[in-house]
């Protein structure tokens, strides 16, 4: 495969690159989303950047386990990795916001195992899915964009098992109260982010399940609340904030209730002076 020995491959958007030094030819199988892999790296130079395989210089060999990773440059290590041919040695780089070209080497050795996601049964979702969801908790403080990525995966494997009434621990390995509160909990996490994204109208959409629930959780319903405060919806913002047991003594209820107040009392009285000029 002589043809292959040079070949590069990039992703614009991410800033990803590689380029294809030397081919020790095993299968054109390539790893999953869900794999395992042997992998070597070499001449790295990614500098301080939190990293748990590229931070040293000498060529060496880690194991990895895909949907594993928690800082950035990790998960696009993991992404450079599925373009890779057990075998295959290339140049890489990652281009960062500040414009600098981290590079390094990276060989598959080989991949330890390989599945296919539609294969896998509805216990393995869900813990698949779990995973995600702590990694994306993880990463959300210092690395949201990141952690949206990993909560929106979760979210779309179990989606593929709605409604989840009809599953059953006997059958299925997990029954669907387990299913449905992991995929509430993705739902409040995914309303966070898109929260620091000031898109307030899909945090409402995620949040939905608050008005059905009998008690949904409190993080769910002040990021509805605060969504729909920011969307001028007083009313309903208020609405949820009463639901919530003792929440004069909260003390982020609380200020939110009074915000919430502060500007319905202000837009009412708006209203007024523009009905006013109108009609006077």
Not at 70 to 77: E, W
Not at 238 to 262: C, D, G, M, T, Y
Request: glycine share 4%; with cysteine.
């Amino acid at each position: 495969m002589n043809w292959y020995i040079g070949n590069e491959w990039s992703d614009e958007m991410r800033g990803l690159h590689k380029k294809v030094l030397s081919l020790d030819f095993q299968t054109v199988e390539k790893p999953l989303a869900v794999s395992s892999v042997l992998f070597t790296v070499n001449k790295s130079c990614v500098g301080s950047r939190p990293t748990k395989y590229l931070n040293c210089a000498e060529m060496q060999q880690h194991a990895m386990k895909m949907g594993s990773a928690v800082t950035p440059i990790d998960c696009y290590l993991e992404l450079l990795l599925q373009q890779f041919l057990p075998g295959e040695t290339a140049v890489c780089s990652i281009a960062t916001k500040t414009g600098e070209q981290l590079e390094f080497e990276l060989k598959l050795d080989r991949i330890t195992s390989n599945t296919h996601v539609e294969t896998l049964n509805a216990a393995e979702i869900h813990k698949l899915a779990l995973r995600y969801k702590e990694n994306g908790v993880a990463m959300f403080k210092s690395y949201p964009k990141f952690a949206f990525d990993y909560f929106s995966r979760a979210a779309q494997l179990l989606i593929t098992y709605k409604p989840f009434k009809t599953l059953d621990k006997k059958t299925n390995g997990i029954d669907g109260a387990e299913m449905e509160t992991l995929f509430i909990q993705i739902q409040t996490n995914l309303a966070a982010c898109l929260l620091l994204e000031q898109r307030y109208e899909h945090v409402i959409y995620h949040t939905d399940f608050v008005e059905t629930q009998s008690n949904p959780s409190e993080k769910s319903m002040y990021r509805r609340a605060l969504a729909y405060y920011h969307l001028k919806e007083f009313e309903k913002a208020h609405q949820i904030i009463e639901r919530v047991p003792n929440h004069e003594a909260k003390r982020e209820f609380s200020k939110l209730r009074s915000q919430i107040a502060a500007s319905w009392k202000n837009s009412n009285a708006n209203y007024k002076e523009v009905v006013q000029r109108m009609f006077s």
